[in-house]
Every structure is written in structure tokens, then in C-alpha cells.
């Protein structure tokens, strides 16, 4: 449905691509025997040393679109290229592609160092030279003095790298990361965020990364593949995808966006007007696509682009006055549960407003959202 | 396959992941306040009780072992130093019926053959169970086939051990046995084989098929637990199917296998109802020994051999588990 999303943003070390150079799925498809269809026609483009993440529900299809590139599941349909070489066909032992599995998938048997070591081996390398490249690849990710502990005796931080350290000696040309922070602590989680991002930065390396977790993908990817019941929903950069998404599936994924469905009611230029059904909300927004009055729209505005009125004043379009049904306050900021006439409505304000607001749950309030922060999603 | 584009090969040194923080977050997180395990109550952790609690949960089976397994042990030990009468035996120390053993010929030619049949089971039911358990645990998918396949192979035990013996010698083996038959109208050998009558190749053949399932279970359930993704991460670093049974599956299904190796080779060395029927009596082991001594009422010369058998069982199993290392793998 999407074609490929608007440039990534600074992709480091990254040559142009020139149609030959990186990654091509093309027509991607994967029918599970019994029909279910678990990848449907997912077709992208990833540039060396680009960090995209598949960001989608569970059952999305996220995880088999990255298992098919690794080689652990086959394709139905569709061509997977790397520098324009195909990959399909070809046994996981024979990808340039390594994955981070999901449980870090370490060997029980085997200590830290061995782990690492491992993939050496299996290419034949001989015994000094990969000891001496594991150790330098467990320096990097600050494990020397733990390279003959079994996995069971380190931390699940400390195993996370122990997978980093062990898939990266292969040099692979794609990385594949499947929910790879899925495993740690939440406060462990926030740290190798940026740890692993940064990572990905100084080798330069094309990451895939797999999650169903919104936050995680902002504030990793250079873009994200917003997946949804087999199908690719949005391809953008993270910013796009948070303030601009294109359909009503992403808007409701990436969550605290106000849907709304309306028709709409007059159109002067590229500005149309929409109106909620029961005509108690108005919107105006901007729009490059004609729509005939009268037709249904769907538009969506982030809980964060509403701010709330000192006064009651203005009447114009992009303004309602609502009812609080509750206050939620969430240490930096407020979440406003509101409704207008029938339409549930979501606002995040600052926590400096949480004294002017607290214990009003059932009195009027007027709230307001500018123009461009409405957005018309695809009908 | 080389394009301009691919990056250079990782620079290592530049790369580093900023260790510190992480390690200080998982300081944190690993500084949270223990589980008050006072609240838990009396009974549990460092209570003096405890002691008591342990002692009373292994009272029934140390009472079990004791009755069943060490009293009858040393019941045997003590026989075998008292003196053969006529009457059976009365309570004079002597040597004489193990110097008597350590100088029987026979005694000695059926450990041997004994062992030998013992080992050829083990290692015949490790190499024929191996694939099949490999199939069961690794191959077949849904959990509900697993079982159903499982509880298929388990079928012959579903019948009593005797049966089975007996259905191996007369249908099956020997000189006009459906073995022999087969293999003629198959043109397969011109005249029948009279080693597939009452024979040591028949009671080899045999055990082999009445204990292999002795090593199928341990394979089954310890293939079952080794992480299927560990196995796929060896594929996708390098490992071709065989590198990755050596380095990733065997290894961790050592200790089924040394279970299994020992399920195998302490019941072929004592056994003796197989060797009985399927031999037909013509064929003799430590086990049948024993029971011949026993039926003659030679009751100290039946324990000294018995407890030579028992010897020889503790240095076998000794042997298993240092050829596979077993303690580190636990």
C-alpha cells in the first residue's frame, strides 16, 4: 500500500543507494500452511548503515518479515535482495545476515568467551585468531573479565551484550535485532537504547530491529516500518510517524491520538472543513487531495497538540468546549479524559497546569489545536 | 557481491558501548530491596524447624531405600563370607567361595560375554535411539503429535516383558522363524541363518529391542529442552547441520544420554529372563549363573557372585559418566 517512506535522517557512513546497494524485499509474502497469511506483499528498501525498526502489534507479521531475511522462515512470494544478490534459497549458515534472537539464545554450555567464539569456529577460523578477535569484541562491549562465566551466571544486561559481542564478530552486512530489549528491566531497557544506537552508529552497519514498543522505536530508528495484519500501514521517519500518521491503524498504534470520523462540510482551496456527526466538533485542516463535500473523513490530532483555553472565547473551527470526565496526572505531564457532545477527546498538557485542574472532573473547559496539527488520514 | 557501499569492516576499537551507565543501571536494579522473607512466616529459610522438615520429607524414602535397597545389599555381602552347607549355609566366615570364584573359569567367560553384550546394547541403542528421539523432540512440531508419537513408541511396553521375549524367539527367530523365511523368499540368503535360532547374536538382538526405549526416553526428554533458538542462532552464525548437532544439541543431551547409557547397561548386565527364553537355555550369563547357584541352594557361592556383579556395575557406570564428563554438565 505505502511505497517507500521519505528519506532516513542521518544515516551514518551510508552511501546513496543506487538501486543495487543495500537491502530489497519485493513483493515479500508468507502463507502459513493453513492458510493464515502472515507477511502480505511488504516490499522496502534499507541503505547500509540505515537503523530501521519494524514496529507493530504481535502478529503483525514484523517478526517473519525479519526471519525471512535471516533465512529461518521461507517465503511464499517476493524476492529478498542484498547488493542486489538474492537471498532466497540460501541457508541462514550461508546470509551475510545475523540475528539477535529474542532470549539472546546464548549456549547454556558454553562460557562467554566460547559463546563469542562461536561463529569463528564455524567459519574455520583458526584457534589463536579467534580467540584474540572474541576477546576484542568482548572488550568492546565491556566483558573481559567475565569471558569464562556460563550465561546462567550473568545478568540479563550482561547476556544482552554477550548476543551483541557473539553475532558481531561474524561482520555481518545486516544486523537483525529481534525485540532485542524485549528481556531487560525497564531501566536497563532506556540505557541500552541509546547503547545500542550508538553502537549501530560508530560501526556503520544496517540494522533491522524488531518491537512492538512505540517509545523504543522513536527514539531509535533513522525510519519505521509501521506493520499491521501482514501489510506495511507507514514507512517514515520517526518524527512523521508521530505527528503525521497516515492511516487510522498507525494513528491508533502509536497511541494518545484523537481519531475522529466526520464529513466533510465545505471546502475553500486546499482547506476543507470537517464536522463530527453530531456537529459539535469542527476541524479545519489542509489537504493536497480534493474531497466532494459530503464525504466522509477521518482525521486524527495528537493528544499533545491540544492545549487547553484560559477563557471560553473563540468559536471558529479547531476548538471545542468539552466536559473533564477525569484528571490524570503522570508526574511531568496531565492527561485530560474529555468529552465533546459525543466524541471522547484526549489532551496532554504540561504538569504546570495540574494545580489549576485538579478536582474539576465534571465542569466545562475549552480547548484548542492549530490547523497543522490535524491530520487527514487516508480513507 | 563486494559493492563500494558496504561499509568498511567494523572499527572495534571506535565502537564501544558506553559501559558504565550500564553497568551503574544494573547496579540499580539489582540493589532493590530483598523480599522481606520474614514476612513469609516461620517454616521457611534459616528457621531452626528446618533441619526437621528436610529430615521428615526424606524420612520415606530413605526408609524405602533402606528396606528395599541397602538391608537386602548387605544381607547379600554378609551370605557371601558365610560357609556352604548341604543345608544352605551357617554363619562361619570363610573367603573360600570368592577365592573359589576368582579361579572359575566359566564364572569369568560369562562376565566377558556379559559385558560385551552389555556394551553392544548401549552403544547400539544410543546410535538407533538417537534418531529417533532427535525426530520426536526437534522434528515434529505440534506438541500434541509429539506426545501421540511418543506414546506409539512406548507401545511395546504395553505388554509384559515376557511376551515380548517369547514373541522374539519361536514367531520370529529361529531356524524356520519369519526372520529366516523372509529373508529366503526374498532371495535375500539361499539357506537359513542358524545363528537366528537360540543363540548370543538372537539374545543380543533381542535386549537390544527390549531396552531401547530405556534410552529413547532420556534422549527425548532432554532433546526436548535444548533451546530451539540457541540452534537457530548457530545456523544463522555459520553452523551447518552437523556443526550445529556437535556443538550446540549433543552437548547439551549429555545427560540423557549418560542416563540412558546407564538405564541400558545395568539392566543387560543383571538380566536374565531375556538370556533364558531367547537363548533358549543354551546361552549363559551372569545373571543365569546367579540363578542356577540360587535353585542349587548355593546361597554364599550365588552372593559372592552377585556381589562381584554389583562390582562390576559400579565400575561400569563409574566409566559412563567419566567418558562423558557428566559432572560439569551438571
Not at chain 1, 502480505?40 to 531475511?69: A, W
Not at chain 2, 541397602?70 to 547379600?76: E, G, N
Not at chain 2, 505388554?159 to 520370529?172: G, Y
Not at chain 2, 527367530?173 to 539361499?190: D, P, Y
Request: glycine content about 10%; charged content about 20%; some cysteine.
Amino acid at each position: 500500500m505505502e511505497e517507500q517512506g521519505s528519506d532516513s535522517g542521518g544515516a551514518a557512513g551510508a552511501a546513496p543507494p543506487t538501486g543495487q546497494s543495500g537491502l530489497d524485499l519485493i513483493g515479500l509474502t508468507k502463507v502459513f500452511p493453513g492458510g493464515t497469511v502472515a507477511v502480505d506483499d511488504v516490499n522496502l528498501h534499507v541503505d547500509h548503515g540505515e537503523y530501521v525498526v519494524l514496529l507493530g502489534p504481535s502478529g503483525c507479521g514484523k517478526t517473519t518479515t525479519l526471519r525471512m531475511i535471516g533465512g529461518h522462515e521461507f517465503p511464499s512470494q517476493g524476492a529478498i535482495l542484498l547488493d542486489g544478490e538474492s537471498l532466497v534459497g540460501l541457508p541462514p549458515h550461508k546470509r551475510p545476515t545475523t540475528t539477535v534472537f529474542q532470549h539472546f539464545a546464548l549456549f547454556p554450555h558454553r562460557t562467554t568467551l566460547q559463546n563469542v567464539e562461536f561463529g569463528l569456529k564455524m567459519h574455520g577460523v583458526g584457534k589463536g585468531e579467534r580467540r584474540e578477535t572474541a576477546m576484542k569484541a568482548l572488550e568492546m562491549v565491556g566483558l573481559v573479565p567475565l569471558a569464562d562465566r556460563k550465561p546462567s551466571e550473568l545478568s540479563g544486561g550482561q547476556q544482552q551484550r554477550v548476543a551483541l559481542a557473539r553475532v558481531l564478530v561474524t561482520k555481518p552486512k545486516a544486523l537483525l535485532l529481534d525485540e532485542p530489549l524485549g528481556d531487560l528491566d525497564r531501566l536497563l531497557q532506556l540505557r541500552m537504547r541509546v547503547e545500542l544506537r550508538n553502537l549501530q552508529r560508530q560501526l556503520g552497519l544496517m540494522f533491522i530491529h524488531v518491537t512492538h514498543n512505540q517509545e523504543e522505536a522513536l527514539s531509535m530508528a533513522d525510519r519505521i516500518v509501521v506493520m499491521n495484519d501482514a501489510r506495511i500501514q507507514q514507512v517514515a521517519d520517526p518524527l512523521t510517524i508521530a505527528t503525521k500518521p497516515a492511516t487510522e491503524v498507525v494513528a491508533r498504534f502509536m497511541g494518545d491520538n484523537n481519531i475522529l470520523r466526520g464529513v466533510v462540510t465545505a471546502q475553500e482551496g486546499d482547506r476543507l472543513i470537517v464536522e463530527d456527526e453530531a456537529e459539535h466538533l469542527r476541524f479545519s485542516v489542509r489537504s493536497s487531495e480534493a474531497r466532494p463535500v459530503g464525504s466522509t473523513a477521518m482525521i486524527a490530532i495528537r493528544a499533545a497538540a491540544v492545549t487547553v483555553e484560559a477563557n471560553g472565547a473563540s468559536d471558529g473551527p479547531n476548538s471545542a468546549e468539552c466536559e473533564i470526565v477525569f484528571v490524570e496526572f503522570l508526574g511531568d505531564l496531565v492527561k485530560l479524559h474529555l468529552v465533546a457532545g459525543s466524541e471522547r477527546m484526549l489532551a496532554k498538557v504540561g504538569a504546570e497546569h495540574y494545580p489549576a485542574l485538579r478536582g474539576r472532573e465534571g465542569e466545562k473547559i475549552r480547548i484548542s489545536w492549530k490547523e497543522e496539527d490535524v491530520q487527514l488520514l487516508d480513507a | 557481491m563486494s559493492s563500494s557501499s558496504t561499509p568498511e569492516p567494523p572499527g572495534k576499537d571506535a565502537a564501544r558501548i558506553a559501559l558504565d551507565e550500564v553497568e551503574e543501571a544494573e547496579a540499580v536494579l539489582e540493589q532493590r530491596p530483598p523480599r522481606d522473607e520474614g514476612a513469609l512466616g516461620e517454616g521457611s529459610g534459616n528457621g531452626r524447624g528446618s533441619g526437621w522438615v528436610t529430615a521428615a520429607l526424606a524420612a520415606p524414602g530413605m526408609i524405602w531405600i533402606g528396606f528395599y535397597l541397602v538391608a537386602p545389599l548387605v544381607i547379600i555381602v554378609l551370605v557371601s563370607f558365610w560357609t556352604w552347607t548341604d543345608a544352605g549355609f551357617d554363619r562361619t566366615f570363610t573367603t573360600a567361595n570368592y577365592s573359589e570364584l576368582f579361579h572359575d573359569r566359566t564364572y569369568w567367560d560369562n562376565m566377558l560375554s556379559t559385558v560385551i553384550t552389555s556394551v553392544i546394547a548401549v552403544v547400539a541403542c544410543l546410535i538407533l535411539g538417537f534418531p529417533v528421539a532427535y525426530f520426536l523432540a526437534l522434528k515434529v512440531q505440534s506438541l500434541r503429535w509429539q506426545i501421540a508419537l511418543f506414546i506409539i513408541a512406548l507401545a511395546p511396553f504395553w505388554t509384559s516383558f515376557l511376551t515380548r521375549a517369547i514373541a522374539w524367539t519361536f514367531p520370529l527367530m529361529g531356524r524356520e522363524g519369519a526372520l529366516n523365511q523372509m529373508l529366503v523368499k526374498l532371495h535375500i540368503i539361499s539357506e537359513p541363518i542358524p545363528e537366528f535360532g537360540f543363540s548370543t547374536l538372537s539374545v543380543r538382538l533381542a535386549m537390544i529391542q527390549l531396552y531401547i526405549l530405556f534410552m529413547i526416553t532420556p534422549l527425548f526428554f532432554t532433546l526436548a529442552q535444548v533451546d530451539r533458538s540457541a540452534i537457530e542462532a548457530a545456523r544463522d552464525l555459520g553452523a551447518n547441520w552437523w556443526g550445529t548437532f556437535r556443538e550446540v544439541v549433543l552437548p547439551q543431551t549429555m545427560p540423557g544420554i549418560v542416563i540412558g547409557s546407564i538405564f541400558i547397561f545395568v539392566l543387560t548386565m543383571g538380566d536374565y529372563g531375556t538370556v533364558a527364553t531367547v537363548g533358549g537355555g543354551n546361552i549363559t550369563s551372569v545373571g543365569t549363573l546367579i540363578y542356577s547357584k540360587i535353585g542349587a541352594v548355593q546361597y554364599p557361592q550365588g552372593a559372592a557372585s552377585a556381589v562381584l556383579l554389583v562390582v562390576a556395575l559400579m565400575v561400569g557406570v563409574w566409566v559412563i559418566t567419566r567418558l562423558s564428563n557428566l559432572r560439569e554438565d551438571l
